[in-house]
Nanobody, 120 residues
Framework: QVQLVESGGGLVQAGGSLRLSCAASGSFFAINTMGWYRQLSGKQRELAATITKGGSTNYANSVKGRFSISRDNAKNTVYLQMNSLKPEDTAVYYC??????????????WGQGTQVTVSS
């Protein structure tokens, strides 16, 4: 019922920047928290950053000061601006959203993932 479509991944040199976008579509009443998680090769998925509908943000210590999350509630879209990228940021980045349906049910939805590769 809710789909997330990500874009913006790719290959960048260390020190460079990338901007990820994730648009939510489907049938829902509202989207509460949206965020980005990442999965490094051979490791578990981990938080990168989240943002509430009201704009409160939360960042992993490893990305604080370099990444910035924002959202456009009118477009149901969340963005992740990644600056000063490091090789250790190389991962598959997954968009996440917590929509509330008109029935009151709350779901946890994931995007398909987008690869970010940072070369040294």
């Amino acid at each position: 019922q809710v789909q997330l479509v990500e874009s913006g991944g790719g290959l960048v040199q260390a020190g460079g920047s990338l901007r990820l976008s994730c648009a939510a579509s489907g049938s829902f009443f509202a989207i509460n928290t949206m965020g980005w998680y990442r999965q490094l090769s051979g490791k578990q998925r981990e938080l990168a950053a989240t943002i509430t509908k009201g704009g409160s943000t939360n960042y992993a210590n490893s990305v604080k000061g370099r990444f910035s999350i924002s959202r456009d509630n009118a477009k149901n879209t969340v963005y992740l601006q990644m600056n000063s990228l490091k090789p250790e940021d190389t991962a598959v980045y997954y968009c996440n959203a917590v929509p509330t349906l008109s029935t009151g049910a709350v779901y946890n939805v994931w995007g398909q993932g987008t690869q970010v590769t940072v070369s040294s």
